[in-house]
Nanobody, 127 residues
Framework: EVQLVESGGGLVQAGGSLRLSCAVSGFTFDNYAIGWFRQAPGKEREGVSC????????YYAESVKGRFTISSDNAKNTVYLQMNSLKPEDTAVYYCAYTSLVTVKEIWSSANWYERWGQGTQVTVSS
């Protein structure tokens, strides 16, 4: 069974940086994608970024382009989300999620396509 464990959240001032980690285990095939989502109080879960292990494609929400970078360390089976120039509106619980879909270009930001989720990590950006 695929399991995901997030880490790296915390409290940071606006303009600061954080790096989230998502350790993935229990997968059978190397073709999968890891998405990062976030959910702020009273808001719907939002797709932030995605990394496709199949072709190493990366995807970003417009709200984080140029500030967030997703990357993968295949040897560690870990996907990272480097978050720079953080804003108070980035405050949310961040989740990583796993999908076995090979092609995710059109659907990466839709939570419905992901099969396994991590427990979430809180990111708070103070103004």
């Amino acid at each position: 069974e695929v399991q995901l464990v997030e880490s790296g959240g915390g409290l940071v001032q606006a303009g600061g940086s954080l790096r989230l980690s998502c350790a993935v285990s229990g997968f059978t095939f190397d073709n999968y994608a890891i998405g990062w989502f976030r959910q702020a109080p009273g808001k719907e879960r939002e797709g932030v970024s995605c990394f496709s292990r199949n072709d190493y494609s990366t995807y970003y929400a417009e709200s984080v382009k140029g500030r967030f970078t997703i990357s993968s360390d295949n040897a560690k089976n870990t996907v990272y989300l480097q978050m720079n120039s953080l804003k108070p509106e980035d405050t949310a619980v961040y989740y990583c999620a796993y999908t076995s879909l090979v092609t995710v270009k059109e659907i990466w930001s839709s939570a419905n396509w992901y099969e396994r989720w991590g427990q979430g990590t809180q990111v708070t950006v103070s103004s």
